[in-house]
Nanobody, 124 residues
Framework: QVQLVESGGGLVQAGDSLRLSCAAS????????MGWFRQAPGKDREFVAA????????DYANSVKGRFTISRDNAKNTASLQMNSLKSEDTAVYSC?????????????????WGQGTQVTVSS
């Protein structure tokens, strides 16, 4: 099972950008679809973005479409989430996840490996 470690969270102002990274180890990274999810206090975990094993296909939640970009570097075993034009409602703990299939899914239960999460706080 792949192990995941996120980095890059922090406190920013509305309108700023932030880039999250997810480092993977312990598996053949290119065979895993990757996803980013977030959970705000008092709310359920929600899908943010996903990318297929090859990187050819991506999917985004409507709330982040056009502002966030998911990418991956299979040679470096990393996935990233570039977040632009951040809003206060983007404040949450962001977690990367991997599923043992190269095909995209958007539900948390489809992902078997999770990172510990990184806090993103956007002040208005």
């Amino acid at each position: 099972q792949v192990q995941l470690v996120e980095s890059g969270g922090g406190l920013v102002q509305a309108g700023d950008s932030l880039r999250l990274s997810c480092a993977a180890s312990g598996g053949t990274f290119g065979t895993y679809a990757m996803g980013w999810f977030r959970q705000a206090p008092g709310k359920d975990r929600e899908f943010v973005a996903a990318i297929s094993g090859s990187g050819a296909n991506t999917d985004y939640a409507n709330s982040v479409k056009g502002r966030f970009t998911i990418s991956r570097d299979n040679a470096k075993n990393t996935a990233s989430l570039q977040m632009n034009s951040l809003k206060s409602e983007d404040t949450a703990v962001y977690s990367c996840a991997a599923r043992a299939s190269s095909f995209i899914r958007t539900t948390p239960t489809a992902f078997g490996s999770w990172g510990q999460g990184t806090q993103v706080t956007v002040s208005s």
